[in-house]
């Protein structure tokens, strides 16, 4: 499971309601930022999350109105001595920008307390059980980045199983649930697959930054549980969104519903706009929409199958529910 807290849901500027672009994901102890808007810090302070546990801040592009937040941030965890280097990680022309930046406000790496990673689409880091990855998004000719997060497809052991064949508790267990065959005092020998429940799949996270266009993402994010994106404009102003290189609502949810993903979380709002007026737009073309506020908070699990694929997997058909796991290497420069 994955969590989320909305900390800022602009877009370009922020209002006295909606921060600048910041969303916190976590994942048990693990803290990520997805980019850091000016004022970050500050409604860190306000969610009372605080900073323990940030280590990675995932930055989508190099406009400041995603990455202003960063001096402050880093300034702030530097004067309470806050042990440990944040990573922050873009795309090549996002890190140098973020160079530029950081080295003429809070010094080096070493003087500011972080680190700098340009990555290119494909893995980001890998943990036991989920992964991150980066994917290549088209915005005003920048090199882009979105993020995926997912964990892993796993097993459970049935306990039923285990103590109908005698498996004790303990170093036994712990081998078939990592996955070893184990020979039991009797010389019995058990496989984990003689003891294992049926495949139970990882939540999937989708969280694309600004984006001009949604025919390339369809594939990477298919079938996520959640989907954060923006939704800048609205489709009266369609000639606005394009030129601005921005999204609909209604092209947000037309990529929600092509991908069959779980649920739409809209960010990146203009105040020119109602959060109801996005809503109904996205909601006429994907009812399971939602448009974030600051402070939002949304639990991203895994999604159960649509019900006519569950009554496939019973009569044993062969079944579309499968993750992708396979990522297109690409250029980020989208
Ligand atoms: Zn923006």
């Not at 994901?25 to 990520?32: E, I, L, S």
């Not at 990573?87 to 680190?115: D, M, N, P």
């Not at 109602?274 to 073309?285: G, H, K």
């Amino acid at each position: 499971m994955f969590e989320l807290v909305f900390l800022g849901t602009a877009a370009a500027v922020p209002s006295a309601e909606r921060g600048s672009p910041a969303l916190l994901v976590a994942r048990g102890p693990a803290r990520f930022l997805v980019d850091c808007g000016e004022g970050t810090q500050r409604q860190l302070m306000r969610g009372e999350l605080g900073f323990r546990g940030l280590g990675h801040v995932l930055l989508t592009h190099l406009h400041l109105d995603h990455v202003a937040g960063l001096a402050g941030l880093l300034a702030t965890r530097q004067l309470y001595q806050l042990g440990g280097a944040i990573e922050i990680v873009g795309s090549h022309e996002t890190v140098a920008f973020a160079h530029r930046y950081l080295s003429a406000t809070v010094g080096t790496e070493r003087e500011g307390g972080y680190r700098l990673r340009a990555v290119l689409p494909g893995l980001v880091l890998s943990r036991p059980g989920w992964r991150v990855t980066a994917l290549p998004v088209a915005h005003r000719g920048t090199q882009s980045l979105g993020y995926l997060f997912e964990e892993e497809t796993r097993r459970a052991l049935l306990p039923d199983r285990l103590d109908a064949l005698g498996v004790p508790e303990g170093p036994e267990r712990a081998a078939l649930a990592s996955g070893h065959p184990i020979v039991l005092a009797d010389g019995r020998s058990i496989t984990p697959e003689m003891v294992q429940g049926p495949n139970v799949p990882g939540a999937k996270l989708a969280i694309i930054g600004d984006v001009e266009e949604i025919a390339s993402l369809v594939e990477p994010v298919r079938r996520a549980d959640a989907l954060v994106i923006e939704a800048t404009f609205l489709e009266r102003d369609s000639a606005l969104a394009k030129s601005r290189g921005h999204l609909t609502a209604a092209a947000a949810a037309r990529l929600a519903r092509e991908a069959e993903v779980g649920e739409l979380l809209l960010t990146h709002i203009s105040g020119r706009y109602q959060s109801e007026e996005i809503l109904a737009e996205a909601a006429r073309l994907f009812p399971k929409a939602r448009v974030a506020a600051d402070f939002d908070r949304v639990s991203v699990t895994p999604t159960p199958p649509p019900k006519q694929e569950r009554e496939g997997r019973r009569r044993g058909e062969v079944i579309r529910y499968r993750r992708r796991r396979g990522f297109r290497r690409g250029r980020p420069d989208g």
